[in-house]
Nanobody, 121 residues
Framework: QVQLVESGGGWVQAGGSLRLSCTAS???????MGWFRQAPGKERDFVAA????????SYADSVKGRFTISRDNAKNMVYLQMNSLKPEDTAIYYC???????????????WGQGTQVTVSS
C-alpha cells in the first residue's frame, strides 16, 4: 500500500516561489514519482517526473527552467520547487507514484489528494 500526502501549496504573487512537498509511505523507494496539475475545467497535466534513484528527470515544456523536482529517499519525500510562478500555473497539484518512469497520468497507480496553488497577477 502506498500513501501520498502533498503540502506546501498556497497563494503567491506572479514571479514568486513555492516549494511543494510530497510525503510518501509504503514501497515508494522502488517507484518513480511525478507531479501533475489540474486547473478548473481542464484535464490533469504532467508537470515533472523523477526516477526512483533521482538520476532521471522530465519536465513539461511549460515549466522547464522554472520548476525543479527532487527526492530524498532517506526521508521518503519528493519535492517540487517552483520559481518565477505565473498565473497560468494556478491549479491543484498532485503527487503520484508508479513503478514506471512516465509522463502519462494513466501510468500512475497511486495519487495524493492534491494541494492548491494560486498565483495572482
Amino acid at each position: 500500500q502506498v500513501q501520498l500526502v502533498e503540502s506546501g501549496g498556497g497563494w503567491v504573487q506572479a514571479g514568486g516561489s513555492l516549494r511543494l512537498s510530497c510525503t510518501a509511505s509504503g514501497r515508494t523507494l522502488s517507484m518513480s514519482m511525478g507531479w501533475f496539475r489540474q486547473a478548473p475545467g481542464k484535464e490533469r497535466d504532467f508537470v515533472a517526473a523523477i526516477s526512483r534513484n533521482g538520476a532521471l528527470t522530465s519536465y513539461a515544456d511549460s515549466v522547464k527552467g522554472r520548476f525543479t523536482i527532487s527526492r530524498d529517499n532517506a526521508k521518503n519525500m519528493v519535492y517540487l520547487q517552483m520559481n518565477s510562478l505565473k498565473p497560468e500555473d494556478t491549479a491543484i497539484y498532485y503527487c503520484a507514484a508508479d513503478g514506471t518512469f512516465s509522463t502519462a497520468a494513466y501510468e500512475y497507480d497511486w495519487w495524493g489528494q492534491g494541494t492548491q496553488v494560486t498565483v495572482s497577477s
